[in-house]
C-alpha cells in the first residue's frame, strides 16, 4: 500500500521534525553520559584562590549548569570558555576565593571522584609573593659581532669532534647570554639574546619540539625569583622563520617554571609550576601546623585558548615521607621538585628530584598508576623492582621513547645533607615491564658516563636518545655537553668557556631554519691595502661558502673573494677594496640563498 504524500510510517512530516527538535538534545546527552574528568580533582586540598574548573569528556553545548559556592566568598558567577578540540569546557569565576575555604560544586554530570555530580576542593593557604627578582647574577661579558652588535653570542670550546656523530643541531641556553643553535661539530647557526647587562633576566629550556605538526623552537623566559625558582616568565614557540608564533603562561593564576615545557600532539602544553603553602608538618621534627611547604602543580594548557585541560598537584597525592630532602626550620621545604613531564599516551611521566622517583599518572584522572624509585628504597606495592646497575638518583628529564624504554639524566647526588645515589652523574636508559599480575621490574639499557674524567653534577642536566643508538648529554651546572656513540665513545665534548655559565638542558635534533632577515655585514680597511670583511647570517642553516664582492657602486660590483662558512661570523680578509661592499651566502651548489645590503666601505648594515 503507498505512503500518503506527507507522511513517513504514518507520521506527518511536521510531527517528525517537532520529534526532532525536542529528542535531538536528550538523545546527544545520553551519549554523554560516561563520566565526565574535572580539574582541579575533587578532593584537591590546595586549589588555587583564582582556579577555574575544567570540565573533560563532554560537549560544551551539553554540560549543563554550574554552581560555584565557597564556604566565606558565597555564590560564584563566570563565564565559559570552551576547549579547541571541542571535548570539554572550563568555568572561570568572576572573584577570587578565600584562602583556606572549602569550595562546593554542583553539576548535573556524573564527575569521575564525586557523587551525582557533585564535589568539592579547599583552596590553599599560601604564603610570600612570586613576584620578587633574585640576584641578578653576572652580566654577558662576550665580545659584539662586528656584523651584529646587538649579538654577545657564547664562546663554545670544542675538546672533539666526528664524522660518526649523528645529524642533526644542539640547542642549549647558556645563561646570561641566549638561546643557541650549534651544529654538529659545534659551529654556531643561531643566537638570541635573552641576558640582558646582569638584570637576571634569562631563557631556558630551549627545545626543538613540534606544535600542529610543524617543527618549531621552544623555551621559557623570564627572571628568577628571591627563592630560586624561575617563575617570573612565559613561554615562547618560533616557527622555522624563528617568528613568535604563540606566547602563553600557566592558568588558573600559577607561575610558569622554567623546568619544564613539553608540547604534546594534542596542541597543548605540559608545564609545572611551584608555589608556597601553609601546611602541616606536625609529624616532623620541628614541623608545626602551618609550615612553608612547596606544593608543585602539573598543568596540560590548551595552548590555543589558554585554557586548564589538566592539574595535578604534589600536595594531598604524594607523602611528605617520600622526600630524600628533610625540612628545616624556618625555611620552605622542597619537598617534591618536580623537574620534566612527558607524554606518555593515555598518562604523563613526571620527575621529582627530591624523591628520586618517576611516577606515571594518569592523564584522564590524576590517579597514581605506578611509581619507579630511584635510590634503591624498598619497593611499595605497584612499585618496580630496580635491577643490576639500574639505580638513579637526584634525576632529571624523563623522557619515553619510542620502543617503551625510558631515558633520564641521572645526576646521582645533589650534595648537601641529602644521601649520594651514584658517585657520577651519566645518561641512563631503562626498560620497565611487567604490570598487572606480573610484577614490575626494570633492567639496565645503556649507561652513558665521562671517561676518563668523570662528571658529578649536583643540578641541571639531559639526556637525548639519538638515532643508532647515539645519546646526547648535557652535563648541566658543569658547562658541558657530549655525544656518546651506542658503545659509549665519545664522539663530541665541548665546554662553556666563560664560568658560570651552563646550560640547563642541552638538546640535539634536526632543525632547517629559514631566516626572515638578509644577511648582515661590516668591513673595516682601505680601497688601497684591502682588510678585513665580517659576514652572518643569524639562523641559516644551509649556507657552505660566503662570497665577497666590492666595486664603486652597487652596479658595478666584482667578486674578491670566497671563503668557506665557519661559524655564525665569518671574518673573511681581502686584498682590495672598492666604495662598497657587498656579503653574498652560498649553498654547497653555489646557488645564493642571501645577500647582504651593498655598504659603504668601513660602515655595518643588517
Not at 425 to 449: A, D, I, M, N
Request: with cysteine; aromatic share 10%.
Amino acid at each position: 500500500m503507498p505512503i500518503p504524500a506527507g507522511r513517513i510510517f504514518g507520521l506527518s512530516v511536521s510531527t517528525i521534525v517537532l520529534l526532532t527538535i525536542f529528542l535531538a538534545p536528550s538523545l546527544a546527552d545520553a551519549a554523554y553520559k560516561s563520566p565526565v574528568t574535572v580539574f582541579p580533582s575533587p578532593g584537591t586540598p590546595v586549589a588555587s584562590d583564582t582556579t577555574s574548573f575544567s570540565f573533560r569528556g563532554v560537549k560544551p553545548r551539553y554540560m549543563g549548569p554550574i554552581k560555584v559556592y565557597g564556604s566565606r566568598s558565597g555564590r560564584h558567577f563566570g563565564r565559559r570558555l570552551a576547549h579547541s578540540d571541542g571535548k570539554g569546557v572550563s568555568f572561570i569565576p568572576k572573584k577570587k576565593f578565600v584562602p583556606g575555604e572549602l569550595v562546593r560544586v554542583f553539576t548535573g554530570k556524573k564527575i569521575w571522584g564525586a557523587r551525582k555530580g557533585d564535589f568539592r576542593v579547599r583552596i590553599g593557604r599560601f604564603y610570600g609573593s612570586d613576584d620578587k627578582k633574585g640576584h641578578p647574577g653576572a652580566p654577558n661579558k662576550f665580545p659584539r659581532l662586528h656584523s651584529r652588535p646587538d649579538l654577545r653570542p657564547p664562546k663554545i670550546n670544542v675538546l672533539k669532534t666526528s664524522e660518526a656523530s649523528a645529524p642533526g643541531r644542539i640547542f642549549i641556553d647558556p645563561k646570561q647570554t641566549g638561546l643557541t643553535i650549534l651544529d654538529r661539530f659545534g659551529r654556531m647557526n643561531w643566537f638570541q639574546m635573552t641576558g640582558y647587562g646582569g638584570n637576571g633576566e634569562q631563557g631556558q629550556n630551549f627545545e626543538r619540539q613540534t606544535y600542529l605538526g610543524q617543527p618549531v623552537l621552544t623555551y621559557w623566559k623570564g627572571a628568577s625569583t628571591s627563592r630560586g625558582f624561575s617563575q617570573i616568565g612565559y613561554f615562547s614557540i618560533l616557527n622555522r622563520k624563528y617568528n613568535l608564533i604563540a606566547r602563553f603562561r600557566m592558568g588558573n593564576g600559577y607561575k610558569p617554571d622554567a623546568h619544564e615545557l613539553t608540547l604534546t600532539p594534542r596542541g597543548t602544553a605540559l608545564a609545572i609550576s611551584y608555589r608556597g603553602v601553609l601546611w602541616d608538618t606536625s609529624r616532623f621534627k620541628g614541623g608545626t601546623k602551618s609550615s612553608k611547604v612547596m606544593d608543585n602543580v602539573i598543568q596540560e594548557i590548551d595552548i590555543k585558548t589558554g585554557a586548564v585541560l589538566f592539574e595535578w598537584h604534589s600536595l594531598g597525592n604524594i607523602n611528605l615521607e617520600a622526600s630524600m630532602n628533610k625540612p628545616e626550620e624556618g625555611a620552605p621545604w622542597d619537598f617534591f621538585h618536580a623537574n620534566a613531564i612527558a607524554n606518555d599516551g593515555d598518562s604523563l611521566l613526571v620527575s621529582a628530584r627530591h624523591t628520586c622517583t618517576l611516577y606515571r599518572i594518569d592523564h584522564r584522572t590524576g590517579w597514581l598508576r605506578w611509581r619507579m624509585r630511584g635510590d634503591g628504597r624498598k619497593p611499595k606495592a605497584n612499585d618496580f623492582k630496580l635491577g643490576p646497575g639500574t639505580k638513579f638518583g637526584y634525576q632529571h628529564d624523563v623522557r619515553r621513547l619510542p620502543n617503551g624504554d625510558i631515558s633520564i639524566f641521572d645526576n646521582g647526588s645533589v650534595g648537601g645533607s641529602m644521601p649520594t645515589v651514584q658517585k657520577q652523574s651519566s645518561g641512563l636508559v631503562l626498560r620497565p615491564s611487567g604490570g598487572g599480575k606480573t610484577p614490575r621490574k626494570v633492567t639496565l639499557v645503556r649507561r652513558f658516563t665521562h671517561k676518563p674524567d668523570p662528571v658529578v653534577s649536583g643540578s641541571q642536566g639531559a639526556m637525548s636518545a639519538l638515532a643508532g643508538g647515539h645519546a646526547f648529554v648535557g652535563w648541566g651546572n658543569n658547562f658541558r655537553m657530549t655525544e656518546f656513540s651506542a658503545d659509549g665513545h665519545v664522539l663530541f665534548d665541548a665546554t662553556f668557556n666563560q664560568a658560570p655559565t651552563n646550560s640547563y638542558r642541552a638538546r640535539k635534533a634536526l632543525w632547517s631554519g629559514i631566516p626572515k632577515f638578509r644577511p648582515a655585514i661590516a668591513s673595516q680597511g682601505t680601497t688601497k691595502d684591502g682588510g678585513t670583511v665580517w659576514a652572518s647570517w643569524n639562523g641559516a642553516t644551509n649556507i657552505a661558502r660566503w662570497r665577497v664582492l666590492t666595486g664603486p657602486d652597487g652596479k658595478h660590483l666584482e667578486t674578491i673573494a670566497t671563503v668557506p662558512w665557519k661559524n655564525l661570523e665569518t671574518a673573511i680578509p681581502v686584498d682590495r677594496f672598492g666604495k662598497v661592499v657587498q656579503a653574498q651566502a652560498l649553498s654547497a651548489k653555489n646557488e645564493v640563498l642571501g645577500r647582504s645590503k651593498v655598504t659603504p666601505l668601513g660602515k655595518q648594515a643588517r
